[in-house]
């Protein structure tokens, strides 16, 4: 079956780093990859998401591009704000296969 | 417009009782999902609702715990003699079509203690 395996947290940067948050996949076929976030006091939404290799998902300055190759789906920012504190799960689903998510890691920006 | 709703937000609750916790999906959404959410743990899948097929209840830790779903729209998740395990935030997600790969919407989450 989907598993998914994040990077272990928490991470914390200083305003206007760069941050990459790995994510692979081990699955049957190619699944759709999904970044969801979780800012602090509200539910989770989705940040991006990909639906076939070499896809890429862009939201709110973030990124991430579907990997075959490498079956990874790495999140991006190339200058993280202090809002961006939040906790960030991977998610893979096929279309007829259980969807899992990784554990989670929470990101810290300190101004 | 409406999104996904729980109810209660907060439940404190004595080892042994029985608790329920609501979700009402985002209407015309036909899929619903229930979640754990427990300290670096993740999210638990826990049971899956489309339409008004059986439910997908591979991911319910014990059978301690049922859920179902009324005329395809609000669930309910029960669970029967609570532990201290059973604490952690339990989140409803609802999607438009069948597919696991549809995007899910959240609700704010339910957050489960047990004394």
């Known amino acids: 079956g989907n598993s998914v395996t994040q990077m272990e947290g928490p991470v914390t940067l200083s305003e206007e780093a760069f941050l990459t948050i790995n994510c692979t996949y081990t699955?049957?076929?190619?699944?759709?990859l999904f970044w969801y976030v979780q800012y602090p006091g509200e539910g989770l939404q989705l940040l991006l998401k990909?639906?076939?290799?070499?896809d890429k998902g862009s939201n709110k300055g973030f990124e991430a591009t579907y990997r075959k190759e490498t079956t990874s789906f790495h999140l991006e920012k190339g200058s993280v704000q202090v809002s961006d504190s939040a906790v960030y799960f991977c998610?893979?689903?096929?279309?007829?296969?259980?969807?899992?998510f990784g554990k989670g890691i929470t990101l810290s920006v300190r101004p | 417009g409406a999104g996904v709703s729980q109810s209660p937000s907060n439940k404190v609750t004595e080892k042994g009782k029985d608790v329920e916790l609501r979700c009402d999906p985002i209407?015309?959404?036909?899929?619903l999902y229930w979640y754990r959410q427990s300290l670096g743990q993740g999210l638990e899948f826990l049971i899956y609702?489309?339409?008004?097929?059986?439910?997908?209840k591979s991911g319910l830790p014990s059978d301690r715990f049922s859920a179902e779903r009324t005329g395809g729209s609000v669930s309910t998740l029960t669970i029967q003699r609570t532990q201290q395990e059973d604490s952690a935030v339990y989140l409803c997600?609802?999607?438009?079509?069948?597919?696991?790969?549809?995007?899910?919407?959240f609700g704010p989450g339910t957050r489960l203690t047990v004394l």
């Open positions: 997600a609802s999607s438009l079509g069948p597919q696991f790969t549809d995007t899910q919407y």
């Open positions: 699955a049957t076929g190619y699944p759709s």
């Open positions: 990909a639906t076939k290799a070499d």
């Open positions: 998610e893979g689903a096929g279309a007829n296969s259980k969807l899992t």
């Open positions: 209407s015309g959404h036909t899929a």
């Open positions: 609702f489309q339409g008004n097929s059986a439910p997908d």
